[in-house]
């Protein structure tokens, strides 16, 4: 028992000044969304023409796979978490306090169960007191094709807006700059990236990735990458990274969900209808979610998400008894995370009111109905609304109907009294 309090005690002495350093001025912490990047990862498995370093000998994990580095990342992650944490969420698990969402990749998966390892550790054995064992925590996800909460494989609509968008002046005018630089990859590669390509495929945003990765892991590049990598590859890959929440109907179609699902808890958490009532939503997800989020609320940095990036939205209760929501960003781990203006708040902590109120033109309301290719949804919006006026019609006939039965009742009432 001694050993347990031990390690307990460690845990919350060990970065004290860490804990909950927001609610001294910003208000006492009631509930938190919290999204963070998967950690260090292997190459994926599409390559360019003549790569080295793409054989598989050489990422032994496998493509696209947590490396032992990014397990690592996590779990030091999830032990800042704890400490962030300590005197908010109990020590030894319960589905009542905590619920984890993955996206449906394994890096994301074994990155949430590296991440949980480092916030639950070893608690005692209920059925001896010298003995510890692990916590082992659930975390949930669904299949890339029927994830409504991340994916976009069932939502048609979002790649018609992005058709869309490729053709806007200003989306071409600003790749047309970097014309050059695509016949110089396309050249060196062999690969045909088109620079108006703003899906998430074989692109400009793995290439970069491919580098970064290689680079990272001290796999010498090619010299004629010198010419493209760091830059320009990284300026244009951020700029392609915004696309998807580039206006607010892009926005909604990539983030609304998460963001509905984000504020629906909140309001739940204060009615007292959160069922059970969690402390803590976790989302274990990508580089280009958080991008995506920090776009949406117009605090985007305009710089690339490092692995095991977080992102904080916390619901807390200032000292006038007020709801506030504040915004955490911690894209190292050798600083604490920057306390984010939300443009439109008046503060930091953001009145909640205010901040649903920003939020709401992105949050999605019936997400089938959004998703649907632009001209069945104008098919489904008039089939809606001709049906309404069918039944209102409908309505008023059987209303007509029966008024005009009931005058020709009082008629023959009133004829058969003055007979009489």
Not at 51 to 73: E, I, R
Not at 207 to 223: G, M
Not at 299 to 316: D, G, H, I, K, W
């Amino acid at each position: 028992m001694k050993e347990f309090m031990i390690i307990i005690f460690g845990l919350c002495i060990e970065h004290i000044l860490s804990s909950d350093p927001l609610s001294s001025k910003y208000g006492q912490l009631i509930f938190s969304s919290i999204i963070y990047r998967h950690g260090d990862r292997s190459i994926v498995n599409e390559s360019y023409y003549q790569d080295k370093w793409s054989n598989s000998s050489f990422w032994p994990m496998g493509y696209g796979q947590l490396t032992d580095n990014g397990v690592d990342q996590q779990y030091e992650l999830g032990k800042w978490l704890r400490t962030r944490y300590c005197d908010f969420l109990p020590v030894k698990y319960s589905p009542n306090d905590i619920y984890v969402r993955s996206t449906d990749v394994d890096r994301t998966i074994v990155s949430a169960l590296s991440n949980l390892s480092g916030m639950y550790p070893p608690v005692q054995r209920s059925d001896n007191q010298t003995d510890y064992h692990s916590q082992i925590v659930p975390v949930h996800t669904e299949s890339i094709h029927q994830d409504k909460l991340f994916a976009l494989n069932s939502c048609p609509r979002f790649a018609e807006e992005l058709e869309k968008l490729k053709k806007e002046s200003e989306v071409q005018m600003y790749f047309e700059k970097y014309d050059e630089i695509f016949k110089y990859i396309n050249n060196k590669t062999r690969l045909t990236l088109d620079k108006n390509n703003i899906l998430y495929t074989m692109d400009v945003y793995n290439l970069y990735d491919i580098f970064f990765i290689e680079s990272l892991y001290n796999y010498t590049l090619p010299k004629w990458t010198k010419k493209i990598y760091p830059e320009p590859l990284r300026t244009i890959i951020i700029k392609k990274e915004t696309f998807a929440t580039y206006n607010a109907v892009l926005k909604k179609l990539r983030l609304g969900p998460l963001l509905q699902e984000v504020v629906t808890h909140m309001n739940k958490k204060i009615n007292g209808t959160l069922d059970p009532s969690r402390k803590l939503w976790i989302y274990s997800a990508h580089d280009f979610t958080i991008v995506n989020v920090l776009n949406s609320l117009n605090v985007f940095n305009n710089q690339t998400v490092p692995y095991a990036s977080l992102l904080m939205l916390e619901l807390r209760q200032n000292s006038r008894k007020n709801y506030v929501v504040t915004v955490s960003y911690r894209n190292s781990t050798r600083n604490e995370p920057y306390l984010l203006q939300v443009p439109g708040c008046s503060t930091k902590a953001c009145d909640l009111r205010t901040f649903e109120a920003i939020l709401a033109p992105f949050v999605s309301t019936d997400r089938d109905l959004e998703c649907l290719p632009e001209h069945e949804n104008d098919f489904f919006e008039v089939w809606i609304y001709l049906t309404t006026f069918i039944l209102i019609a409908v309505v008023l006939a059987i209303i007509s109907f029966i008024a005009s039965d009931k005058i020709v009742i009082c008629f023959r009432k009133r004829t058969e009294y003055i007979t009489l």
